[in-house]
């Protein structure tokens, strides 16, 4: 028989009934009890989905309080030292004190995991770290699933992968160093699986789709000469790219299978086919685990079959990567047009597909009813009207590279932008959204039911509008924001307004702890056909005599968080997004704003896990800003965002974008990530995020000033602005306040001192 399987399960619920728990916590509105009876109760339900499916093994092992690497600190003992926790007894509690840090101490470091929206915690390692082992939470997860008879495969963070992503901050420290310690760890773990007579565990190494160096691959040789020889069977998952060049090295390690990503490289299977040794699975990741199209199941059984006659049963069948990427279910979708939502497979429609997949491998004719319905979804979505506009196609084959190019280099644009907006140095400002309140929630909400008129909830967003306007004229902002009090999500707001586009009501998906996005879906040919924040901006300008930015989400990001059609290179697709973004760029100068931010924090998340892939990435991604940005007069001042990545190995292609101002996130990392724009003597002006936003903890004007005085010490004090990490749409007004009035007030202390020293 073939074996069916997937890596993981989404965590949050079809209806994110974690998020609220999660936050009824912190609120102190419910207890730890409570919160671990809703997580368990969310196992079950999700274990229970994928035994009724049908499929061989049950994941366990993939939820997480928070996050999968958090949790992997916490079972492995080696939590940061600054917090001085036990890691024996560490509480619910003091778990989320490490991710959103405390009195004392900021949060962990958060960055993007690998090229996905999904952000996990960076483990903090130091040469005296010890991995002796945490608490048993993962244990207890374990002994639940089989104590509901299942048979389940555990599933952990890796080693290397493990090691890879975390950082250290003891200068001339290598992390490998701690590679015997670690691989101990991991043996007492996988040998207590053993006793609890597991069968399969599966270790999850997508950093072996990385660059590796040849030291992590001699690492990689190292810790699995141990780990396969515990009892239990491993099996080694790779994911998001190609680990083909890894194939011969992995041949020879005593695990007993591997997990392909056969969606994102499909060309790597002939290259393992070659080194798999006889007595080696191979799972086949053929279910795409981070978009939600229906997969050609006949296309895919037929590339198959000629696998299965080769390897018999030792060829499984499994989605491409863990299902945490996608929504939980399409069964409460009751709003979206019937033809689109039968083009669509959410995590749980996923399962019945592995199952198809692994049905009509054994016997393809009992398979041929869902292959049927397979096929009829694809020819709908073929031959749709609703997916190409001849508009659209038009535009973009009139593109010229003079579009992708303001009419003068920075330096001049500088000279024009100064004199035009007369800001003082270390001009403050935030990057875009405040507090969305209860209040603008039950708005929002009673206008979607249709218990508010139009016009009743266009006052009420007006009076937030005005409302942020006068708090921020209060604590003496130089560049002000509207607030965005009017948008759901820095995507579905434009996507609602654009063409192309379709959107479900409960089409979660999990960013961070209990942060969750509804991405949109882009179907077909991206078309703006009216302005979407022009009379908003006016507006909020009207209020006030300082200047108010114009707040729009970038061509990349909309890409990237958005389920995106398959069906044509996503280059294409981004191009589309620029011009409809260019066109609202064009409309807010007209209207008189002189100030106009596109956000990109999604640009390096899209970069390519191998660096053989980022030209061409880097290429059309920075010019489909360029594009959306060059559109306007040299007075009107571009600014852009990018919150929590790895910016360092880019800065050329964010130099290349050409915003006049760019504001990072930096907290978290205390300045580090602005050490890499100085190095690189980054031409155009900078705002390094002062505070952390994701945490509850409000920064002194001290703390904010020694962060401010480090980053002088890296970019000039003449190009720097100062800002938050990133929007506060998430955080309380008390909160807020509190917090940027010691911003505002350490940039007056620092712009007193630079005068001085003058």
């Known amino acids: 028989m073939t074996c069916t399987h997937i890596l993981g399960f989404p965590r949050i619920g079809a209806q994110r009934e974690l998020k609220f728990a999660q936050e009824a916590f912190w609120r102190g509105e419910a207890d730890e009890a409570y919160l671990r009876e809703v997580a368990a109760t969310l196992r079950a339900r999700h274990w229970q989905l994928q035994s009724t499916a049908g499929l061989d093994f049950v994941a366990v092992g993939d939820f997480a309080y928070y996050d999968q690497m958090l949790g992997m600190s916490a079972l492995l003992g080696a939590l940061p030292h600054r917090f001085g926790f036990n890691p024996a007894t560490l509480t619910l509690a003091q778990y989320y004190e490490l991710a959103r840090g405390n009195a004392a101490q900021p949060a962990m470091e958060m960055t993007k995991w690998f090229d996905t929206n999904y952000h996990y915690l960076v483990p903090e390692l130091a040469a005296d770290s010890t991995f002796n082992g945490g608490v048993d939470w993962f244990f207890d997860e374990v002994d639940e699933a089989l104590a509901l008879g299942l048979r389940i495969k555990p599933v952990l963070i890796g080693p290397i992968t493990y090691l890879r992503l975390a950082k250290t901050h003891t200068p001339g420290f ?127 059984v037929e590339s198959l079959l000629p696998l299965r006659a080769e390897l018999g049963a030792r060829l499984w069948v ?6 945490l990427h996608v929504p939980v279910s399409l069964e409460s979708e009751r709003k979206l047009d019937a033809e689109l939502k039968s083009w669509l497979a959410f995590a749980t429609e996923k399962l019945d597909e592995i199952r198809a997949i692994g049905g009509a491998l054994e016997n393809e004719q009992a398979a041929q009813p869902a292959l049927a319905e397979a096929d009829a979804a694809l020819a709908s979505r073929r031959r749709s009207g609703a997916v190409v506009n001849a508009l659209v196609q038009k535009r973009v084959a009139a593109v010229t590279e003079d579009m992708a190019n303001r009419r003068r280099p920075f330096a001049e644009r500088n000279r024009l932008q100064r004199q035009a907006l007369n800001l003082p140095p270390l001009p403050t400002t935030t990057i875009g959204s405040f507090p969305q ?49 009017e948008r759901n999500d820095m995507v579905e707001y434009f996507g609602e307004q654009l063409w192309g586009y379709a959107f479900t009501e409960n089409g979660w998906v999990q960013s961070y702890g209990s942060r969750c996005v509804k991405p949109p879906i882009i179907y077909g040919d991206v078309y703006r056909p009216e302005p979407m924040t022009v009379e908003t901006a006016k507006y909020a300008q009207s209020l006030t005599s300082r200047l108010v930015k114009g707040m729009l989400t970038g061509p990349v990001t909309m890409l990237q968080w958005s389920f995106v059609r398959d069906d044509q290179p996503r280059a294409t697709t981004a191009l589309q997004l620029a011009l409809a973004i260019r066109d609202e760029v064009v409309d807010l100068e007209k209207a008189g704003i002189r100030i106009i931010q596109i956000d990109e924090p999604a640009f390096r998340e899209g970069l390519p896990l191998r660096r053989a892939d980022w030209p061409a990435y880097l290429d059309w991604a920075s010019r489909a800003f360029r594009i959306s940005a060059a559109g306007v007069a040299d007075e009107t001042q571009i600014h852009t965002h990018m919150c929590y990545s790895e910016f360092n190995d880019i800065l050329p292609a964010i130099a290349a974008m050409d915003a006049d101002v760019i504001t990072i996130e930096t907290s978290r990392s205390a300045m580090e990530l602005l050490d890499g724009f100085g190095a690189f003597s980054y031409p155009n002006e900078i705002g390094p995020g002062v505070y952390d936003i994701h945490s509850p903890r409000v920064p002194t004007t001290d703390a904010i000033e020694r962060l401010l005085r480090r980053a002088c010490e890296v970019i000039p004090a003449d190009r720097l602005w100062v800002n938050p990490d990133c929007g506060l749409k998430t955080r309380g007004w008390a909160e807020t306040e509190v917090a940027l009035a010691n911003m505002v007030r350490a940039a007056k202390n620092l712009r007193a001192r630079l005068a001085l020293a003058a």
């Open 318 to 323: 499994a989605p491409s990567c863990s299902l």
């Open 437 to 485: 309140t209860p209040a603008i929630r039950q708005a929002r909400a009673a206008y979607k039911r249709g218990d508010l008129k139009a016009l009743d909830y266009l006052e009420r967003m007006r009076a937030e509008i005005e409302l942020a306007i006068r708090r921020q004229e209060a604590l003496d902002i130089d560049v002000l924001v509207h607030g965005e009090a």
């Open 174 to 300: 290598d992390r490998l160093d701690l590679l015997p310690k670690l691989v101990n760890r991991y043996v007492r773990i996988i040998e207590a699986l053993k006793a609890r007579g597991i069968e399969w565990v599966q270790l999850d190494e997508p950093a072996l789709c990385l660059d590796l160096e040849g030291e992590w691959l001699e690492a990689l040789t190292a810790a699995y000469a141990a780990l396969g020889d515990c009892g239990v069977k491993v099996l080694l998952a790779t994911y998001f790219e190609t680990a083909a060049d890894h194939g011969p090295r992995i041949a020879k390690l005593p695990v007993h299978g591997v997990h392909l990503d056969l969606v994102r490289a499909p060309a790597q299977l002939d290259a393992w086919r070659a080194v798999l040794p006889a007595h080696m699975v191979l799972s086949a990741g053929v279910v795409d685990g981070r978009n939600i199209w229906r997969t050609d199941l006949r296309a895919v």
